[in-house]
């Protein structure tokens, strides 16, 4: 599976757009790029996947460059409860291999 | 909706004893994967079974084993535990399939001493 990177960490304000960066620069053509959190020692929760079109869900959007080689999730209005690790994990969707996260702070 | 279900929730046991953890999938997915999650870690996949047979593996050692049942529960099986298999551990479970969403159940807490 393809590496991806993200920063460690990242702040964002109650009630604004929480953009999560990603890259993957070696991703492959059948490759998704998945997005999960975890909050605190729970199960990590799926948020949206995509293949090479922008996705939107309840959750989030996930917006991918056209060469596929980075993403962007996008909380819109993000609020404390969204303060978690977030995963970028780029995958074929069989067994996906999670790397270091984003640990996002939502901050009133 | 229903989810992945993982029992027990909390176990503790000693070293060099056994332990068995439980999974039931969400009902109609096929696939079932376990993952581990050491203290201050991220989750590492250890294994899945697809259709009961073994499909991917992981960073799983020697000391554990896992298998899917007919009814595609799966069960993760640990001896001679050391301290250092402390950690949460994952089931998750999908339908098989490129692009398919892995769901993960919340998790059983391991601590040996």
């Known amino acids: 599976d393809a590496k991806t990177t993200q920063p460690p960490s990242m702040d964002c304000a109650e009630g604004r757009a929480a953009n999560l960066p990603c890259n993957h620069s070696t991703i492959s053509g059948n490759e998704y790029v998945y997005w999960y959190r975890q909050i605190h020692s729970q199960g990590p929760q799926y948020i949206i996947h995509g293949l090479k079109n922008n996705e939107t869900n309840e959750m989030a959007s996930l917006i991918i460059t056209e060469d596929r080689k980075s993403s962007t999730l996008i909380l819109p209005h993000a609020t404390l409860r969204d303060t978690a690790v977030y995963y970028c994990?780029?995958?074929?969707?069989?067994?996906?291999?999670f790397g270091k996260g984003t640990s996002l702070l939502v901050t009133p | 909706a229903a989810g992945v279900i993982q029992s027990p929730r909390h176990l503790i046991k000693e070293k060099r004893e056994t332990a068995t953890l439980k999974c039931y999938p969400i009902?109609?997915?096929?696939?079932v994967y376990w993952y581990q999650q050491g203290p201050g870690q991220d989750p590492q996949f250890l294994i899945s079974?697809?259709?009961?047979?073994?499909?991917d593996k992981g960073s799983i050692p020697d000391r554990f084993s896992a298998q899917q049942f007919s009814d595609y529960h799966s069960e993760l099986n640990m001896s001679s535990l050391e301290l250092g298999d402390s950690a949460l551990y994952f089931c998750a479970s999908s339908l098989r399939g490129a692009g398919n969403t892995i769901y993960f159940g919340e998790g059983s807490w391991l601590t040996v001493v």
């Open positions: 079974f697809y259709e009961k047979m073994q499909s």
């Open positions: 009902p109609r997915h096929d696939t």
């Open positions: 994990i780029v995958g074929s969707g069989y067994a996906l291999n």
